[in-house]
C-alpha cells in the first residue's frame, strides 16, 4: 500500500471533474503541482488550455507532460497534491504516437503507480468515463475505449477514492462499492 493518496474522478464531458478536482486540491492548503497532459493540436485546444490555466490558482506550479507523467515526476521534488488533468488526454497521446503499441502505454501507467507508491501526499487524477455508450463503429474508437477503460480500472482499483461526476455533483463510487462487501 502507498504511503499517499490516490483520488480518481470519473465522468462525462463536462461534468464538472476538473473543477471538483481543483476544489479538492485547493481544499488541501498545500502546494500543487498541476500536470497538464493536454496539447494545443489547434485554436479551440489552445482557448480551452488558456481557460483552464486561468481557473487555477496563479502560485500552484505547472508541468505539461504529455505522455512520460512518471519520468516527468522522477527527478522532481514534488509537493503534498499532485493533479493530472487528464488520464483521457494521456492514453490519447500514447495511443496516437507513430510507435504507438499496447505494453509501452500499460508499462507507462505502471511506471506512474510506481512513481505513486511509497510516496507521501496525494495524487487527483482525472478522467472520462467512456464505457456508457455503445461500442464504436471504428476500430480506433474500440481501440481508445479499451485502452482508457483499463485504465480507468487499473486506477480506480489502486485509488483510494474514485467519484463519479453527475451533473456537478460528486458520487463516492469507492464508498459505495466498500459498503456492498
Known sequence: ???????????????????????????????????????????????????????????WETLEEPCALAAALQPRVTPAVVVVDCVTLWVTNLMLRPDAQWEPAVAELEAFLRWHDGRSGERILVSNEVGLGVVPENALARRFQEWLGFFNQRLAAAADEVYWMVAGLPVDVKARARART
Open 1 to 59: 500500500m502507498s504511503a499517499g493518496r490516490l483520488t480518481l474522478i470519473l465522468g462525462g464531458a463536462r461534468s464538472g471533474k476538473s473543477r471538483f478536482a481543483l476544489d479538492c486540491a485547493r481544499s488541501r492548503k498545500s502546494p500543487v503541482l498541476f500536470i497538464a497532459t493536454s496539447e494545443a493540436g489547434d485554436a479551440d485546444m489552445a482557448d480551452r488550455i488558456a481557460r483552464h490555466r486561468a481557473e487555477r490558482p496563479a502560485h
